[in-house]
């Protein structure tokens, strides 16, 4: 791929994820982020692709792969993003999590890490004998 020229800032911004990716990876990484910066509109792989410039020199296929084969982890991805954001909070100050558990629903009990939930939402007054089967869902709960 081409050279990618990034201000200083959001260069040293991006420096601190080069651990999480594989040395191609990083530079596929670097092109999605500037990509998502740049793009207007709906931000579809391909309108991040073709807003980050990098299509005059790769191949789209290269950005699919990036989430279909490369190799990096979502959880060392999140913990680099909550480390550079602790670094923004005052020390002194209590560090406040919030968490949402609505679940999110998909088809299917073939989806990775789904099992059975009550949903509150659909919840009756009377939940009480069969009809309370419809108050369930395989949904993912994270």
């Known amino acids: 791929m081409s050279d990618l020229i990034l201000p200083p800032t959001l260069a040293v911004l991006l420096s601190a994820f080069a651990s999480c990716f594989q040395a191609r990876s ?11 910066i740049q793009c207007q509109g709906r931000r579809t792989l391909t309108g991040v692709a073709l807003a980050s410039g990098a299509m ?5 296929s290269v950005f699919h792969r990036f989430f279909s084969r490369a190799s990096w982890s979502l959880d060392a991805l999140g913990r680099v993003v909550f480390t550079l954001a602790l670094t923004w909070l005052p020390a002194d100050q209590p560090l406040v999590v919030l968490g949402d558990d609505t679940l999110a629903r998909k088809g299917g009990k073939s989806i990775a890490l789904a099992s059975m939930h009550h949903d509150p939402l659909l919840r009756t007054p009377n ?3 069969p009809e309370i089967a419809a108050h369930r869902a395989w949904p993912n709960h994270w």
């Open 26 to 36: 990083v530079v596929v990484f670097h092109w999605l982020v500037v990509g998502w």
């Open 56 to 60: 005059a020199a790769c191949h789209i």
């Open 127 to 129: 939940s009480t004998g």
